[in-house]
């Protein structure tokens, strides 16, 4: 079994929607990441998380939120969605003091 | 801010040649990782490196951490057809939140 799961793996929906976006591992680790990946802009930090309690924002933060329901659980919400955040959206995790993080397969969104 | 600047963008080969690419930055790393990206699948871990000048081979793959701390490459030898994939170097700055820098990309085509 994949130690990083995303759910779902490809979403369509439509402009104003709220989507949510799922991530949960079995590594055991306490921070948590959320990226997306567009085409020639390589990946870039939406948001993160070291521990339960502790919820920062990445680069491109704007119009996204998360939850960090349990360790294991790191969820990407989209409140309101639009066209331009279509996208390949990775959930990461890595071990405290080395940084090494593990990616999850992905979820490609598109946003009509 | 960080960057990294990774080259070659893209290269196509024959099977069988060796393959090299680098990262540089104008900034100390702490730690630089190598991963791979089939398409449609979350990047996958090659190499770690934690440590200034370290050399690590993990099968036919070959990544060294600059001594200066600005810099890695990674070599692939004797390329085979499942090498294909984008390949993307990524630094660490400890103590700076964890987040990883990654590099633009290197699009590997091989042709059998």
């Known amino acids: 079994d994949a130690d990083v799961t995303q759910t779902p793996r490809n979403r369509i929906t439509k402009t104003g929607k709220r989507i949510m976006l799922e991530c949960s591992q079995t590594?055991?680790?306490?921070?948590m990441y959320w990226y997306r990946q567009d085409p020639g802009l390589g990946l870039r930090l939406i948001y993160y998380s070291f521990d339960v309690k502790d919820i920062n924002k990445g680069e491109i933060s704007d119009g996204y939120s998360v939850s960090r329901q349990a360790q294991a659980k790191f969820s990407l919400s989209l409140e309101s969605a639009i066209p331009n955040q279509t996208a390949l959206y990775f959930c990461?995790?890595?071990?405290?003091?080395?940084?090494?993080?593990?990616f999850g397969p992905g979820t490609r969104l598109t946003v009509l | 801010g960080q960057q990294l600047n990774q080259s070659p963008q893209s290269m196509f080969i024959q099977e069988g040649e060796d393959v090299s690419m680098n990262c540089t930055s104008s900034s100390i790393f702490n730690t630089w990782l190598w991963y791979k990206q089939d398409p449609g699948e979350g990047p996958v871990l090659l190499i770690a490196?934690?440590?200034?000048?370290e050399l690590t081979s993990n099968g036919r793959l070959t990544a060294q951490f600059g001594i200066t701390r600005k810099d890695s490459f990674l070599n692939i030898s004797a390329s085979i057809p499942s090498d294909v994939g984008i390949y993307f170097c990524?630094?660490?700055?400890?103590?700076?939140?964890?987040?990883?820098?990654f590099g633009q990309g290197t699009t590997l085509q091989v042709k059998p």
């Open positions: 490196l934690y440590k200034a000048g």
């Open positions: 990461a995790t890595s071990v405290d003091r080395l940084d090494t993080q593990y």
């Open positions: 590594k055991g680790h306490d921070r």
């Open positions: 990524a630094g660490v700055v400890w103590g700076n939140t964890g987040k990883l820098i």
